[in-house]
């Protein structure tokens, strides 16, 4: 298992376009997270899957975001009418619970939006 | 209210002195709390955690944290300072329970210096 992969890696769009980001976990993690990361700051939790039931959504996850793990494996990010505060880092955490609460990390995707 | 607190936005230390990263919390339990590494454009790798038991933790990397209950603090360290250890560093905890997320402080930059 080559751990928490995303992708793209970056991802450069125009104001109003839509994107979306794909998470692949670690194959035995029943647990999912989104996290945005912007500069300087540390990363801020958006949304959590346990297998394929979104259990909870951080207010920051406006309506223009909506994350999905249809078959409780890989999730999607989707963000429509991208708007140039939605520059940030988009991070994918798994993990295994309740065994073990220890968050393991994808590289993340970059978005930038101009 | 409940956080997670780096007193100290950015560290700079000459390469084989000494490292203390600070980190608080404020929550009514002791969470489970996390100290986490990031490289530039990287995802984030987790140094140590501590969950219970012995309040000395041993992570990779040469690191070690201190948990302290009556300072809610758990500071990161290290003896001897490497170059490639200049990154940003991450304290985060988790509260379990209805909490099912990992809460992070805004980070600490080290710069090393030869």
């Known amino acids: 298992d080559t751990g928490v992969s995303q992708d793209p890696r970056h991802k450069i769009t125009k104001r109003g376009q839509n994107v979306t980001f794909r998470c692949d976990p670690i194959s035995e993690h029943n647990r999912l997270y989104w996290y945005r990361q912007t500069l300087g700051q540390g990363p801020e939790f958006l949304t959590y899957?346990?297998?394929?039931?979104?259990?909870?959504k951080s207010r920051l996850l406006s309506d223009r975001f909506s994350a999905e793990r249809p078959k409780g494996s890989f999730s999607t990010l989707e963000i429509q009418r991208t708007e140039q505060g939605d520059s940030a880092m988009y991070l994918c955490a798994s993990s295994l619970a309740p065994q073990n609460t220890e968050a393991f990390f994808g590289q993340g995707t970059r978005l930038t939006v101009v | 209210a409940q956080s997670v607190t780096q007193p100290d936005i950015h560290i700079t230390v000459s390469e084989g002195a000494s490292l203390e990263l600070r980190c608080n919390y404020s929550y009514g339990a002791t969470p489970y709390l996390f100290w986490y590494v990031q490289s530039p454009g990287q995802g984030l790798q987790l140094l140590l955690k501590y969950f219970s038991g012995d309040t000395l933790v041993q992570g990779i990397k040469g690191f070690e944290a201190e948990f302290k209950r009556s300072q809610s603090s758990f500071n990161l360290r290290k003896p001897s300072v490497h170059w490639s250890d200049a990154a940003e560093y991450f304290c985060a905890v988790f509260l379990g329970g209805g909490y099912q997320k990992v809460t992070f402080g805004t980070g600490t930059k080290l710069q090393v210096i030869p």
């Open positions: 899957f346990q297998n394929e039931a979104q259990l909870e």
